[in-house]
């Protein structure tokens, strides 16, 4: 498996850039992952969005897909895609150092 660095450390993470353990992932390496993908500033709505993935993983074992990220974290689904406009839940996933939500493709 492919390794990644963020924040000076090295992480495992698939062929697409997606942690393979999740407990690697800092909150200080998600800004480096979010320019890595071309979002130059994370916000406190992207901030939300990421947390809430983490949460959702954390209790369901997978992240939220757009239609369930739109419904539950608080940002519509027009706004998630202003936030991360390459696919909301798989940016937002990536990001937030959870594995590919089921359903992305």
Not at 22 to 39: F, H, L, N, S
């Amino acid at each position: 498996m492919p390794t990644a660095v963020y924040a000076g450390t090295p992480v495992t993470v698939t062929e697409e850039g997606f942690y393979l353990d999740p407990d690697q992932w800092r909150e200080d390496m998600a800004p480096e992952i979010a320019r890595d993908a071309g979002i130059d500033v994370l916000t406190d709505r992207h901030w939300q969005v990421i947390m809430h993935m983490r949460k959702e993983f954390a209790g369901k074992g997978t992240g939220p897909t757009v239609r369930a990220l739109g419904r539950t974290s608080g940002v519509s689904i027009k706004e998630l895609y202003l936030l991360f406009p390459k696919g909301p839940a798989k940016l937002a996933a990536r990001i937030a150092g959870i594995p590919k939500p089921r359903g992305c493709i």
